[in-house]
């Protein structure tokens, strides 16, 4: 029987001397990789010995990492669509200097294309869906014997062959989840965006799973995303109370899809940190559907002071393209209802979709003008496999297929980085010229300029990271 005693984790190398292979320096946010805690989290209740290597933020020469992989006895490893060929190339390393090694292989990408990594030869089990139940038990079943086929959501190789997986992990009460291992991560090297944080030190949570938007580009159209899941009001505080204690946290980012997608436990959650009398300021994402003015009212009055909504585009027949299920009008007056409560607003906003014409974008432009948002994230559209948008352009010659196995992208589309996509009615050049325009129009706008120098006249931080942004506007 082999003992499995040590477990090795992964987020594949992304930076080479301190900057990041993607293109976009200075004013990325840098967080922690929450997904691998979770599963470290889980493995330690186990009892293993577990380690996380984020090459976010830790710079190694991938044969160094593969030679520290000997001191392991299971390798597993994340890979998103734009950084999946990352961790093919560590693979192919680790499969030169460990070859014995067992490697899993999980994360978005993998979800879609489970038997990818075992065709190149690169792992021996690929994980579809969530990884926290699902890894413990390859562990057992590598250690006892057992017959993998048993394991749902696990694809993998086995004396040459290849076996699909069967069905999806998914977990069903996060209540039951241990707190992410954050202890095995190298905190003080990560950061919030300086330009939306208000106070340091600034850390992030998950509390929900999947999103019942289903979204048209959205990777969470996977069937183990369409089941939307919660952690409850008191569970996220006793994880809140930690980071306050454990990190001297200040401020919480909540990175849910839709923060906001179950009001009663948002109000729950509102009336326990308003009766902690924590220090605590925060804010959330979410969907212009799931808008309650009763609710904000609450979060607010707990701390929060703001919302970022996934608004995407200034055209309806792009909005109805995507599958929003809003209208401009609606944007408007959520938006204006927002800030009359005295929340920040955050709009995301996505150029370059099928079909989409420049008069279109530029309609999107002005739109994100118009609605006087406190700030606003553009970005360019990337089909992503497994969606419905995928399969809408992928036959179009201006598509690169599988640009996955020649491109490493941003998750943050930048326009110093190649396009895989442009519609038929916009060339390549032109789709930037407006990306640059649309960061142009907006952050150069009068009231926004002083925004931002009143809001770094009191944050040094904020201060330097708004004259990055702002260098960055002016060269283009």
Same mark, same amino acid.
């Given at each position: 029987?082999?003992?499995?005693?040590?477990?090795?984790?992964?987020?594949?190398?992304?930076?080479?001397?301190?900057?990041?292979?993607?293109?976009?320096?200075?004013?990325?946010?840098?967080?922690?990789?929450?997904?691998?805690?979770?599963?470290?989290?889980?493995?330690?209740?186990?009892?293993?010995? /577990?380690?996380?290597?984020?090459?976010?933020?830790?710079?190694?020469? $991938?044969?160094?990492?593969?030679?520290?992989?000997?001191?392991?006895?299971?390798?597993?490893?994340?890979?998103?669509?734009?950084?999946?060929?990352?961790?093919?190339?560590?693979?192919?390393? *680790?499969?030169?200097?460990?070859?014995?090694?067992?490697?899993?292989?999980?994360?978005?990408?993998?979800?879609?294309?489970?038997?990818?990594?075992? $065709?190149?030869?690169?792992?021996?089990?690929?994980?579809?869906?969530?990884?926290? $139940?699902?890894?413990? $038990?390859?562990?057992?079943?590598?250690?006892?014997?057992?017959?993998?086929?048993?394991?749902?959501?696990?694809?993998?190789?086995?004396?040459?062959?290849? %076996?699909?997986?069967?069905?999806?992990?998914? /977990?069903?009460?996060?209540?039951?989840?241990?707190?992410?291992?954050?202890?095995?991560?190298?905190?003080?090297?990560?950061?919030?965006?300086?330009?939306?944080?208000?106070?340091?030190?600034?850390?992030?949570?998950?509390?929900?799973?999947?999103?019942?938007?289903?979204?048209?580009?959205?990777?969470?159209?996977?069937?183990?995303? =369409?089941?939307?899941?919660?952690?409850?009001a008191e569970r996220i505080m006793e994880e809140i109370i930690e980071l306050v204690t454990r990190y001297g946290a200040k401020e919480i980012h909540f990175w849910d899809d839709n923060f906001l997608a179950n009001r009663p436990r948002a109000q729950r959650l509102a009336e326990i940190i308003k009766a902690s009398r924590i220090d605590l300021s925060f804010d959330c994402e979410a969907t212009i559907n799931s808008f309650d003015p009763q609710t904000l009212e609450k979060l607010k009055a707990a701390?929060?002071?703001?919302?970022?909504?996934? *608004?995407?585009?200034?055209?309806?027949?792009?909005?109805?393209?995507?599958?929003?299920?809003?209208?401009?009008?609606?944007?408007? =007056?959520?938006?204006?209802?927002?800030?009359?409560?005295?929340?920040?607003?955050?709009? %995301?906003?996505?150029?370059?979709?099928?079909?989409?014409?420049?008069?279109?974008?530029?309609?999107? *432009?002005?739109?994100?003008?118009?609605?006087?948002?406190?700030?606003?994230?553009?970005?360019?559209?990337?089909?992503?496999?497994?969606?419905?948008? %995928?399969?809408?352009?992928?036959?179009?010659?201006?598509?690169?297929?599988?640009?996955?196995?020649?491109?490493?992208?941003?998750?943050?589309?930048?326009?110093?980085?190649?396009?895989?996509?442009?519609?038929?009615? /916009?060339?390549?050049?032109?789709?930037?010229?407006?990306?640059?325009?649309?960061?142009?129009?907006?952050?150069?706008?009068?009231?926004?300029?002083?925004?931002?120098?009143?809001?770094?006249?009191?944050?040094?931080?904020?201060?330097?990271?708004?004259?990055?942004?702002?260098?960055?506007?002016?060269?283009?």
């Amino acid at each position: 029987m082999k003992k499995i005693s040590r477990v090795l984790l992964i987020n594949p190398p992304q930076i080479s001397a301190g900057k990041f292979l993607d293109g976009y320096q200075g004013t990325r946010p840098v967080l922690p990789p929450l997904g691998l805690a979770y599963i470290a989290a889980c493995l330690e209740e186990h009892g293993l010995e /577990v380690d996380i290597f984020d090459g976010m933020v830790e710079s190694s020469p $991938e044969k160094e990492i593969a030679l520290n992989t000997r001191r392991y006895d299971l390798v597993g490893i994340t890979a998103t669509t734009f950084q999946v060929l990352l961790a093919y190339r560590l693979l192919q390393e *680790i499969r030169s200097q460990n070859p014995e090694i067992p490697v899993v292989i999980g994360g978005p990408h993998v979800s879609c294309f489970p038997l990818e990594p075992l $065709e190149k030869g690169l792992a021996d089990f690929s994980v579809v869906g969530e990884g926290e $139940e699902i890894l413990p $038990e390859i562990i057992n079943a590598i250690e006892t014997r057992k017959d993998f086929s048993a394991l749902t959501g696990v694809a993998y190789r086995s004396e040459g062959r290849i %076996y699909p997986a069967q069905g999806s992990g998914m /977990v069903k009460d996060l209540d039951r989840l241990a707190f992410p291992a954050r202890h095995l991560l190298p905190m003080k090297k990560y950061r919030t965006s300086a330009v939306r944080t208000r106070r340091y030190p600034a850390l992030s949570m998950i509390t929900s799973r999947g999103c019942s938007m289903q979204c048209s580009f959205c990777f969470n159209q996977l069937p183990y995303r =369409k089941n939307l899941r919660f952690t409850c009001a008191e569970r996220i505080m006793e994880e809140i109370i930690e980071l306050v204690t454990r990190y001297g946290a200040k401020e919480i980012h909540f990175w849910d899809d839709n923060f906001l997608a179950n009001r009663p436990r948002a109000q729950r959650l509102a009336e326990i940190i308003k009766a902690s009398r924590i220090d605590l300021s925060f804010d959330c994402e979410a969907t212009i559907n799931s808008f309650d003015p009763q609710t904000l009212e609450k979060l607010k009055a707990a701390g929060c002071y703001g919302v970022s909504y996934g *608004i995407e585009s200034g055209n309806q027949r792009i909005l109805d393209l995507m599958g929003k299920k809003i209208s401009l009008e609606q944007i408007r =007056k959520v938006v204006r209802e927002t800030q009359k409560l005295g929340l920040d607003v955050r709009g %995301y906003f996505l150029f370059g979709y099928p079909t989409e014409t420049k008069a279109e974008i530029l309609d999107t *432009i002005n739109f994100s003008r118009e609605l006087k948002l406190t700030d606003a994230t553009f970005s360019l559209f990337v089909p992503l496999p497994g969606t419905d948008a %995928y399969a809408l352009v992928k036959d179009e010659p201006e598509f690169r297929k599988e640009y996955w196995k020649e491109l490493v992208l941003s998750e943050i589309s930048f326009p110093r980085l190649p396009l895989v996509y442009h519609p038929r009615a /916009v060339k390549e050049e032109e789709l930037l010229q407006l990306h640059r325009m649309a960061l142009r129009k907006f952050f150069l706008q009068p009231q926004q300029v002083f925004n931002k120098l009143s809001r770094g006249f009191k944050s040094y931080p904020v201060f330097k990271e708004s004259l990055k942004g702002l260098g960055s506007l002016l060269r283009g």
